[in-house]
Nanobody
């Protein structure tokens, strides 16, 4: 059964790092996303990775600080987050984009057909 299960969230000080994981059973042939939702705000796309894991895309707000990767042998998706800021505070979800989708100037344009339960990331001193 296909499922997405996130882990690795927590409380971290500004400038710190966290590494999120997502068990992504049944999705090894799919482009996958990390998305986040801050308190009182809508869902925000963070990053995408292609099925083989050699191409990634990032939102401008995280580019240069976050790195997305995947290990299909372990059915696992990762998000390494460095130089964290208070504005990175959100619930982070791994998600599967609906087809079709596109990139506009490197930015994801589409919807999601599946999402995990999320993991809370809080950046605060």
């Amino acid at each position: 059964q296909a499922q997405l299960v996130e882990s690795g969230g927590g409380l971290v000080q500004p400038g710190g790092s966290l590494n999120l994981s997502c068990e992504a059973s049944g999705f090894t042939s799919s482009t996958l996303s990390w998305v986040r939702q801050a308190p009182g705000k809508g869902l925000e796309w963070v990053s995408n990775i292609n099925p083989v894991g050699d191409t990634t895309y990032y939102a401008d707000s995280v580019k240069g600080r976050f790195t997305m990767s995947r290990d299909n042998a372990k059915n696992t998706l990762y998000l390494q987050m460095n130089s964290l800021k208070p504005e990175d505070t959100a619930v982070y979800y791994c998600a599967k984009p609906s087809l079709p989708f596109r990139y506009v100037n490197g930015r994801f344009d589409g919807e999601y057909e599946a999402r995990g339960q999320g993991t809370q990331v809080t950046v605060s001193s």
